[in-house]
């Protein structure tokens, strides 16, 4: 039987003001990275990869691209330097244009988009938000899953405004980090529970 293919791809914002809680993240990630892994044993049927870029106006940082999951690696303060602005739509299109060059020939994949970020776009050069849109709405219809996890703005209608519906807010401080990740982790199992089952996957990401 035909393995089903699942892609992980994680946007993490890396500004400067990710630096009040790069600590929270970096150990909120790396919980994420564990239950990633073990998502491959719990649903032996399906095959997954994992791609993670982080970003600022300096760089997008391309920490995995396409590995199999047991090639995940945890990051620490030494990979993850919060600094300067948020470029959140080139991340995006960045991210999602570079893993949809590979995945568009791969007709049994479904992907998971993860973007985290505690600000408002601010340093874009090269995608609008109505090319992230318009980009978003096209893949929503090739078995793409988009959501948006934020804080310190209006996340709802940042997400709405991309045409992502599924949105986590969490609070800025150790509890709100941690009860987000925790969130974050009961849904990414809940929807690899409607892969295995062949359900529709672009809503409801976050309803239990």
């Given at each position: ?177 941690k009860d987000m990740f925790e969130k974050e982790r009961k849904s990414r199992d809940m ?18």
């Open positions: 039987m035909e393995k089903q293919i699942v892609h992980n791809l994680i946007i993490l914002d890396e500004s400067g003001s990710m630096e009040s809680i790069k600590a929270q993240i970096i150990s909120g990630f790396n919980e994420t990275v564990q239950s990633i892994k073990g998502s491959q044993k719990k649903f032996p049927e399906q095959e997954h990869f994992i791609s993670v870029v982080s970003f600022n106006d300096l760089d997008n940082k391309l920490l995995h691209f396409i590995d199999p999951v047991e090639k995940l690696n945890e990051i620490d303060a030494e990979k993850y330097q919060p600094n300067a602005a948020t470029p959140l739509f080139d991340a995006i299109g960045f991210a999602v244009t570079k893993l949809h060059q590979v995945v568009k020939n791969q007709p049994n994949s479904n992907v998971l988009v993860t973007i985290m970020t505690d600000g408002e776009e601010n340093a874009s050069r090269e995608y609008s938000g109505k090319q992230i849109k318009e980009l978003i709405e096209k893949l929503k219809d090739e078995k793409w899953t988009f959501t948006y996890i934020g804080t310190d703005h209006d996340v709802d209608k940042i997400a709405l405004n991309l045409s992502i519906s599924n949105t986590l807010i969490f609070e800025k401080n150790e509890s709100g980090i929807y690899y529970s409607k892969v295995r089952r062949n359900e529709d996957t672009k809503d409801n990401f976050f309803e239990e």
